[in-house]
């Protein structure tokens, strides 16, 4: 089951090193979901652009290349089927509020129920569990 990184660590002077090495290992691994889930977002974009104003597009867009950098940075997921339904809700919403917090709750779970709703009607990439959960 994917997990979800979060408080603080303590890193001793001579593990830096190696700390960053890691992090750097972890980035160059994680890089074809992240290069993945960017173009799945630029699609989305063109997508929302056909239907909605483009401040509302921008704003949606915005929030899942946010969800995108969470997921890369703040889980162990490598694929769109092992986003659990916590991950895309409350810790995402959690997270985005802590560091950002520029929109309301609400924003953050409709730009994040419509890219879920655009990749499994439009790129047949189905998460159930993720689109059950907007459905409550």
């Known amino acids: 089951m994917a997990q979800v990184f979060s408080g603080k660590m303590v890193i ?37 652009s056909e239907k909605f104003s483009s401040r509302t597009v921008r704003k949606h867009c915005n929030i899942v290349a946010l969800f995108i950098d969470f997921l890369c940075w703040n889980t162990d997921v490598e ?30 779970k409709t730009a994040i129920k419509k890219f879920f709703q655009f990749i499994n009607e439009e790129k047949g990439i189905t998460n159930e569990a993720v689109l059950k959960s907007f459905t409550r």
């Open 12 to 48: 001793h002077g001579n593990q830096i090193k190696t700390l960053l090495k890691n992090l750097e290992d972890a980035d160059e691994q994680i890089q074809p979901f992240r290069d993945f889930l960017e173009k799945l977002n630029k699609e989305f974009e063109q997508y929302l």
């Open 79 to 108: 694929s769109i089927d092992e986003i659990t339904r916590g991950i895309a809700n409350s810790h995402f919403r959690k997270w985005y509020m802590s560091k950002v917090g520029d929109c309301t709750e609400s924003d953050l």
